[in-house]
């Protein structure tokens, strides 16, 4: 019997996520060949305050095929490596700063103390998921945080661990704590704000369903993690990551005595130079709106300074960071793949033809089921446009006029639009989500088998909400 099990698990084992992801290319590439090319006409517009190109509604034309080399499914993940350099150098320096980080055993013994308190005081581990996840929604809501969240996977794992959860809760605290805010905002600049200004609203209107949606949505996402988290309390062997975590605390085990050791002198200045970097971190992204070259600048800053408050030797100090940054090798691969999906889409001229199909679609369903099926549309664009802002200035000049058409208000085809971001955790597609797990050594195949429950349980709560403002004409205000 147990023989016959592992013989069935051998035989659904997934390949490679890097395989799987050049077989989407491939699939891409066969619908260049099938479906034909076509554009919308785009125009300079100013969008909260940037300059952005945009679709024309109404201008779409079929154009003469692009015939497409063979040579692009070798030529396109070379491109994508320089149309994500930015992200991956991100990733490089990130892991590179960490490793450093590590090597001084600050975070370890940090984190030691802290579950000693937690032992002393199980009513504070009760509190931990729920609060920091509300804090990382909220910045997800406020500011949308993003990308920003990859560093903190290195400090939430050990922590999860220390409480007796597995890494997956390690990652989904900050993670889908912010990708929860993201999705369900009031503010986010990214998506309400752009999409709002693109489909002449008010710009942050429609506030009061926003935060109702933001609290629901929230609230729904840490109830689902802290069931899951309290299953695998109770049985560790339960988790998708169990040989990956036991692997994980055998590499990281202390000895005795640097087990019950106090926080050295030197522990203490690299825990004031790490807080430091973090509020310097998050005062530049609120007050300066710093993106990744400024992030990344920061946690470079914050490894140099932490190694050397934490008496590591320049050669050591550069070796651990080439070690760091080697561990993120594999993602940075995963990513360049999943920029050459959009990148064959894009020369075989299918993404508008798409997105064409995709609204002729839309309007011939009943209104009560419109914005439904706009937020299914959004979705499977999201799939080949990760960024907020990109997916914005190419759906929503056609979405909201579509929207006048069939009789949904504007407000809420922005609202189908901003929900779609809820998929975007399970994408192999998306560099931030293959970011998260190439920090947390999680393989993609794990994490999606975990998630996807989850992600069907958003999608039907997002249908849920979709469907109050069809019945009010949900307007501006």
């Known amino acids: 019997m147990n023989h016959a099990t592992t013989m069935n698990k051998k035989s ?15 699939i891409v590439y066969a619908l260049a060949w099938i479906l034909p090319s076509g554009s919308f006409q785009r125009i300079g517009k100013t969008v909260a305050g940037t300059a952005r190109q945009v679709t024309v509604p109404g201008t779409f034309t079929y154009m003469s095929k692009e015939t497409l080399s063979p040579a692009i499914l070798l030529t396109a993940p070379v491109r994508g490596f320089q149309d994500g350099a930015l992200i991956i150098a991100f990733l490089f320096i ?54 920003e969240t990859i560093p903190f996977i290195v400090v939430f794992i050990p922590l999860a661990l220390s409480m007796g959860y597995d890494s997956i809760v390690g990652v989904a605290i900050p993670f889908l704590g912010a990708a929860a805010g993201f999705a369900a905002a009031f503010f986010n600049p990214f998506t309400v704000g752009i999409a709002q200004g693109l489909s002449d609203l008010p710009l942050y209107s429609g506030l009061s369903y926003r935060l109702l949606s933001w609290v629901l949505g929230t609230g729904l996402m840490i109830t689902m993690v802290m069931l899951y988290a309290a299953r695998i309390r109770r049985n560790p062997a339960a988790s998708p990551v169990y040989e ?27 825990l004031w130079i790490f807080g430091g970097g973090i509020l310097i971190l998050v005062a530049g992204i609120l007050l300066q ?8 600048a920061v946690f470079l800053g914050m490894g140099l300074a932490a190694g050397f408050a934490g008496g590591i030797a320049p050669s050591r100090m550069a070796a651990h960071f080439i070690t760091g940054a080697r561990d993120m090798m594999n993602v ?3 990513i360049a793949c999943g920029r050459a999906i959009l990148i064959v889409a894009q020369e075989g001229q299918i993404l508008d033809t798409m997105l064409y199909y995709a609204s002729q679609f839309i309007s011939i369903f009943p209104r009560i089921v419109t914005a439904q ?22 759906t929503m000049p056609i979405m909201a006029p579509l929207s006048d058409l069939v009789g949904v208000t504007r407000q809420t085809t922005v609202y189908a639009f ?60």
């Open 289 to 296: 709106h710093w993106y990744i070259e400024a992030i990344a």
């Open 332 to 334: 940075a691969f995963i």
């Open 94 to 147: 990130i892991g590179g700063a960490f490793a450093v980080i590590q090597e001084t055993g600050t975070i370890d013994q940090a984190i030691r103390r802290l579950a000693a308190t937690f032992a002393r005081r199980p009513a504070l581990r009760g509190l931990v998921i729920p609060v920091l996840m509300t804090v990382f929604s909220l910045a997800g809501s406020i500011f949308g945080m993003c990308e």
């Open 418 to 477: 901003q929900l779609c971001e809820f998929v975007n955790p399970i994408l192999p597609t998306s560099a931030v989500t293959m970011g998260v797990l190439g920090i947390a050594g999680i393989p993609w195949e794990k994490w999606a088998r975990w998630f996807l429950p989850i992600m069907l349980v958003l999608i039907g709560f997002s249908l849920i909400m979709l469907v109050p403002p069809v019945l009010m004409n949900w307007g501006p205000f």
């Open 244 to 270: 990956i975590d036991r692997q994980r605390l055998k590499t990281d085990q202390p000895d005795n005595a640097s087990a019950t050791a106090e926080l050295t002198s030197r522990h203490r200045l690299v």
């Open 373 to 394: 099926m706009m937020f299914l549309t959004q979705s499977f664009i999201n799939f080949f446009i990760h960024s907020g802002t990109a997916q914005a200035a190419l």
């Open 12 to 26: 659904v084992k997934l390949p490679h996520t890097l395989v799987l992801i050049y077989l989407i290319v491939l």
